[in-house]
Each structure stands twice: as structure tokens, then as C-alpha cells.
């Protein structure tokens, strides 16, 4: 059966979702055909928005239609949404331990989003603010020193692209930034920036096809791709080029020039040791292709410090070594205070 079949057959079908169903249950909740017997009690202690709708008459209408899966003939209330972040929320509820318990979670942008979506309607504060800082802290810095602290830990690359078989988590950016186009509060406003960078690394067929949505239960189906906004498509592919002049300038600090030697050692008549260096540095960096990339934000000192330590005839004297890292990190740093700006993100969305 092909994805659009079995999508089909998911959106005409309904579905009881058993680890959501409890048998004491008080009500049953619909959404996308998803069915779900969970507690008022529960809801209501986690929103607001829910404790004033529970205290409003459920008409029969819904019971009947609800029949085959409402023996006990409980209210049944449809919910406006969709089925697969409806599963998420109410598992955030009900297993306060679903972030740390599931690991892939706290790096998974479809699930964080789809509770944030889902929170921030409901008014479920503390759920919006457990998924945001999720977000917030590893994946998706919103400072500079951040993201350097997040360089640092295991590596994490946008999902979808060249290199993402090597890696141990993926991202998939996508969700966030619908998420931030459809709630525009601060917090995901903050986290715009690194998240159209993280998408821009992403290949061209995942950026105008959209990535795939994953759901807990494989049983229900297919439920369709994330697809970005074309404006925000649009952003992203006219950011490659920019972001590849931009890892130029990044890695401009190995190239032979004496501005990247200390001021010592630049003021020297003759060649000097850390001259004869750089210009071997220099050969070197070209060799390794580092400025042909839309990845500027990536620090190169790894490389630097090898290239250093592999070479002990060539080496740059301390001061020059120095100077070199401070220059790199002066120009990653320049790139991400120009993010905003190189992604035209003052008036979006």
C-alpha cells in the first residue's frame, strides 16, 4: 500500500489508542479519528482550558457517534486536533518521566513542538516550559557561547542532510520553525535564528518535499510530511550561497596573509618561522576544502590544533596560534549575530 493510501485509510479509520485508553477513564477524547478514555481529573489539573470545557454539557450526539468504542456511554468531546501531537501531550501528562524515559525525546523537535503547540492552546505552562527548554538547551542554542558548549557535546546534524548517517541524533528544524510561525512567542522567536541554519544544511529535495512525520504507534499509519512554509523554503535556499561566503570569512584566519600572524611576528623583516607556517597552514586548509561549506558556525580549532601537532617542523609559535583562534572565533561569532539579518527574520513571518 502506497504512504497516500495508507494516509488515507488512516484520516476515514477510527483508532482506540490503548496505551491512552484506561478503563476508568471518565471521558473520551477524539482527535483525527484518534480515540483516547482518559480522566477529567487529569486534564483539568494541567489546564484550565480543560476544566472550563469539562464543566460544559456534552450533547448525546457525541456518545452515539462515538458507540463501538463507548460502551459506558461517557462523554465523548471531539478535539480540533491533530492526532499524533494529541498523543504526545497526553503522554507528557500522564508519564511525567516521557522526556528523561524516552532519551530520543529530549532531541526529537516533532515531539517538543507538538507538546508546545498543543501547551501553549491548552494553557499548560509547565508542560510549554518543559518542552521549550528542551529545545532550548542542546539542540537549539539561542546564544553564541551556547551553541559553542554544544559543539562540544555529541555531535547532532539536521536530519536529511549529506552527513546524516554518521551521526547519533538528528535534527529535523522544520518543526520548530512551523511551530514559531504558528505561536510566534519569544521563546521560539529566540531559537528562529539557528533553526533556519540547522534547515538550510538540509538538501534540496527535504527542503521543498518536507521530511517525514513519525508517530509512537507505527499502527496508525502514515500521517503525512512536515513541510515548510514557502517563504521559509524560499529563505533557506537563497541563505546557501550566502552562508557559504560566510564560511570564507570564517576560515579566512588560515590563509597566508600577515594579519593572521601575531603582531610580533608580523612586524618581522625577514620570513619568519611562523610565516613559512602559515603558508603551509594555508596550503593545507584549501587542501581540506573548509571555506566551501554553508556550515560557518563550525569551529575549525580541532583542525587547527591536529594540523599543529602533525606538522611540529611547520608549527606556529604560541602567539600566532593564539591570535589565529581568536580571529575564527571573532568571525563565527560575527556569523551568528548576522543570522537573523542573512535570513530576513526582522519582519517574519
Known amino acids: 500500500?502506497?504512504?497516500?493510501?495508507?494516509?488515507?485509510?488512516?484520516?476515514?479509520?477510527?483508532?482506540?489508542?490503548?496505551?491512552?485508553?484506561?478503563?476508568?477513564?471518565?471521558?473520551?477524547l477524539v482527535a483525527d479519528g484518534l480515540h483516547f478514555r482518559v480522566h477529567k481529573s487529569m486534564l483539568s489539573m494541567h489546564s484550565p482550558v480543560f476544566r472550563d470545557m469539562f464543566k460544559l454539557p456534552q450533547s448525546d450526539t457525541g456518545k452515539k457517534s462515538a458507540s463501538e468504542f463507548n460502551p459506558d456511554n461517557l462523554d465523548v468531546v471531539r478535539m480540533p486536533d491533530n492526532g499524533y501531537q494529541f498523543i504526545y501531550?497526553?503522554?507528557?501528562?500522564?508519564?511525567?518521566?516521557?522526556?528523561?524515559?524516552?532519551?530520543?525525546?529530549?532531541?526529537s523537535d516533532e515531539i517538543a513542538t507538538s507538546i508546545i503547540v498543543l501547551a501553549d492552546k491548552y494553557d499548560m505552562q509547565d508542560l510549554y516550559r518543559e518542552a521549550t527548554h528542551r529545545l532550548s538547551g542542546l539542540p537549539y542554542p539561542t546564544t553564541f557561547a551556547a551553541f559553542e558548549v554544544r559543539q562540544a557535546r555529541p555531535h547532532t546534524t539536521p536530519a536529511h542532510s549529506p552527513k546524516a548517517r554518521r551521526v547519533n541524533i538528528t535534527l529535523e528544524p522544520f518543526f520548530l520553525i512551523n511551530a514559531a510561525r504558528r505561536l510566534q512567542t519569544r521563546e521560539l522567536l529566540k531559537m528562529l535564528p539557528i533553526a533556519f541554519y540547522f534547515a538550510t544544511s538540509m538538501t534540496t529535495e527535504a527542503l521543498t518535499d518536507g521530511v517525514a512525520r513519525k508517530v509512537l504507534h507505527k499502527t496508525l499509519g502514515d500521517y503525512g510530511r512536515e513541510v515548510l512554509d514557502p517563504e521559509d523554503t524560499r529563505r533557506c535556499i537563497e541563505a546557501k550561497p550566502k552562508l557559504v561566503k560566510a564560511s570564507q570569512d570564517a576560515t579566512r584566519c588560515f590563509s597566508l596573509d600577515t594579519a593572521n600572524l601575531s603582531p610580533a611576528c608580523a612586524a618581522k623583516q625577514r620570513r619568519s618561522p611562523c610565516l613559512v607556517a602559515l603558508e603551509r597552514l594555508s596550503q593545507a586548509a584549501a587542501g581540506a576544502d573548509l571555506a566551501n561549506n554553508t556550515s560557518p558556525l563550525k569551529s575549525r580549532e580541532g583542525w587547527f590544533d591536529k594540523r599543529c601537532t602533525d606538522a611540529p617542523m611547520n608549527k606556529l609559535c604560541k602567539d600566532c596560534q593564539a591570535h589565529i583562534k581568536r580571529l575564527h572565533k571573532e568571525a563565527r561569532e560575527k556569523v551568528w549575530n548576522d543570522l537573523k539579518k542573512l535570513y530576513d527574520l526582522e519582519a517574519w513571518p
Open 1 to 28: 500500500m502506497s504512504a497516500e493510501a495508507r494516509a488515507a485509510t488512516y484520516r476515514t479509520t477510527d483508532w482506540l489508542v490503548k496505551p491512552l485508553w484506561f478503563d476508568d477513564g471518565n471521558v473520551i
Open 89 to 107: 501531550l497526553l503522554k507528557a501528562i500522564y508519564e511525567r518521566s516521557f522526556f528523561q524515559a524516552n532519551k530520543a525525546v529530549g532531541f
